[in-house]
């Protein structure tokens, strides 16, 4: 049986834990509140984005012939490039784990083709570490501030690869922030773009300052740079949710182990007081 | 009509206007109410719109692409600052530089950037002086 000595000391140990897993949660609920700011921030350009896309390849399809861009059409490389989008850190529940399931499963179907990984987020770099994938890029630290030209700079690089005929998709794989409660991992086509279903205004004549090829020329890289900034954004907000989670469920935890041992340790003093009594009460009892 | 602006982190603008000029790559458009569908690209300026109390209001722009349908203007910007968040100092430090880099270029100097860096403080100055 533990000693008393002992189990003041566990139950103090269990006592720091809960207060750093109490803080972890709360700097996770600051900071998912700044990640939501940014995500729902950049929602109307993004619906901005989807709706002018939408007026140009409306308006650039003649009689039913959409409109060409290379962005646009199927490549033919047997190879897919895919973008994970992991966390920077540890302790965030199942986050990390879902994700690494879901890609791997999105590789397993994927049969003849190879696929190459663009890594994101510390945890994806190292558990791709040693896994023997082709792997085109690593970024860490670019959930801490996320910001549009590290996004920038990921698409692009993305296109390029797409565009010179290295690769026939790419696809992007991350954690959607849904509710606080609730991640969702979802793996989505970036290239070839699906053109957005074109509005409710389609067939409107438009007058345009520069040919609809130009347009689309400046809008197609754009969306893509969007997917990928919306995608990032998502997947920050994402894991302060999940850790957020993880780690009120980790104080709560806590909570109950201390209970427990605060039982078992007043258990145990008072059988040790109950002792010492009935060792005096024996022995004045002797004595008479 | 409704007039709206958006770069990429956040929304800049959604208000309603009764007349609106853009800043396009050919040049200054402007648009009243009823304009005809047009698609065009931005360049780089002051978009100038005045809403229904007749007030003016200014935004400095870079790059994006445009679009007036119907009721509504759409402008998709990579930069965007309304007047009042304009910080006029940085903007004046900005033109400097690239002014000094255009005036004196050396080997390494992209005069491109060093241009497209001097209209755009020229714009966001244009912007904050007009409020």
């Known amino acids: 049986m533990p000693s008393l000595i002992d189990l003041r000391r566990r139950i103090q140990s269990v006592?720091?834990?809960?207060?750093?897993?109490?803080?972890?949660?709360?700097?996770?609920?600051?900071?998912l509140r700044r990640a939501q700011q940014a995500v729902v921030g950049a929602r109307p350009y993004a619906r901005l984005l989807e709706e002018l896309l939408g007026s140009v390849i409306a308006?650039?399809?003649?009689?039913?012939?959409?409109?060409?861009?290379?962005?646009?059409?199927?490549?033919?490389?047997?190879?897919?490039?895919?973008?994970?989008?992991?966390?920077?850190?540890?302790?965030?529940?199942?986050?990390?784990?879902?994700?690494?399931?879901?890609?791997?499963?999105?590789?397993?179907?994927?049969?003849?083709?190879?696929?190459?990984?663009?890594?994101?987020?510390?945890?994806?770099?190292?558990?791709?570490?040693?896994?023997?994938h082709p792997i085109t890029g690593r970024w860490e630290r670019v959930f801490?501030?996320?910001?549009?030209?590290?996004?920038?700079?990921?698409?692009?690089?993305?296109?390029?690869?797409?565009?010179?005929?290295?690769?026939?998709?790419?696809?992007?794989?991350?954690?959607?922030?849904?509710?606080?409660?609730r991640q969702e991992v979802t793996v989505e086509q970036l290239l070839p773009v699906a053109p957005p279903a074109p509005g409710a205004q389609g067939g409107t004549e438009h007058e345009y300052e520069q040919p609809a090829s130009e347009l689309l020329a400046e809008l197609l890289p754009k969306r893509v740079a969007t997917r990928v900034h919306v995608a990032m954004l998502e997947s920050a907000a994402a894991e302060h949710a999940a850790r957020m989670a993880a780690m009120d469920a980790a104080t709560r935890n806590a909570g109950e182990v201390l209970d427990n041992l605060r039982l078992h340790l007043n258990k145990v003093r008072q059988a040790s007081i109950t002792a010492e009594i009935i060792e005096i009460v024996s022995g004045t009892a002797a004595q008479e | 009509m409704r007039l709206e602006v958006a770069v990429p982190e956040r929304p800049v603008l959604n208000e309603r206007a009764v007349s609106v000029q853009l800043p396009l790559a050919t040049g200054y458009?402007?648009?009243?109410?009823?304009?005809?569908?047009?698609?065009?690209?931005?360049?780089?300026?002051?978009?100038?719109?005045?809403?229904?109390?007749?007030?003016?209001?200014?935004?400095?722009?870079?790059?994006?692409?445009?679009?007036v349908l119907g009721?509504?203007?759409?402008?998709?910007?990579?930069?965007?600052?309304?007047?009042?968040?304009?910080?006029?100092?940085?903007?004046?430090?900005?033109?400097?530089?690239?002014?000094?880099h255009l005036e004196s270029p050396s080997l390494e100097t992209d005069v491109d950037r060093a241009q497209r860096a001097a209209g755009r403080a020229r714009a966001r100055i244009a912007a904050a002086a007009a409020q």
């Open chain 1, 15 to 31: 006592k720091n834990t809960q207060q750093i897993t109490k803080a972890m949660k709360m700097v996770s609920a600051a900071k």
């Open chain 1, 59 to 132: 308006a650039s399809t003649v009689d039913g012939e959409r409109a060409s861009h290379r962005l646009l059409e199927e490549g033919d490389a047997q190879c897919v490039l895919l973008l994970v989008l992991a966390g920077e850190k540890g302790l965030c529940g199942s986050f990390n784990s879902n994700l690494f399931k879901e890609t791997d499963a999105f590789m397993r179907r994927q049969e003849g083709s190879e696929v190459e990984l663009e890594l994101l987020g510390r945890k994806a770099v190292e558990h791709y570490a040693k896994r023997g």
């Open chain 1, 144 to 181: 801490v501030n996320v910001d549009r030209a590290t996004a920038q700079v990921v698409a692009d690089k993305a296109i390029q690869r797409f565009a010179s005929g290295g690769a026939g998709s790419v696809w992007i794989a991350y954690n959607c922030f849904r509710t606080i409660l």
């Open chain 2, 29 to 67: 458009l402007g648009v009243l109410p009823d304009h005809a569908p047009l698609l065009a690209k931005m360049g780089t300026g002051v978009l100038t719109f005045s809403g229904p109390d007749g007030a003016e209001n200014c935004v400095a722009l870079d790059g994006g692409v445009a679009e």
């Open chain 2, 71 to 100: 009721d509504c203007v759409r402008v998709l910007a990579e930069r965007a600052e309304r007047s009042g968040e304009i910080d006029v100092d940085r903007a004046r430090s900005a033109l400097a530089r690239a002014e000094q």
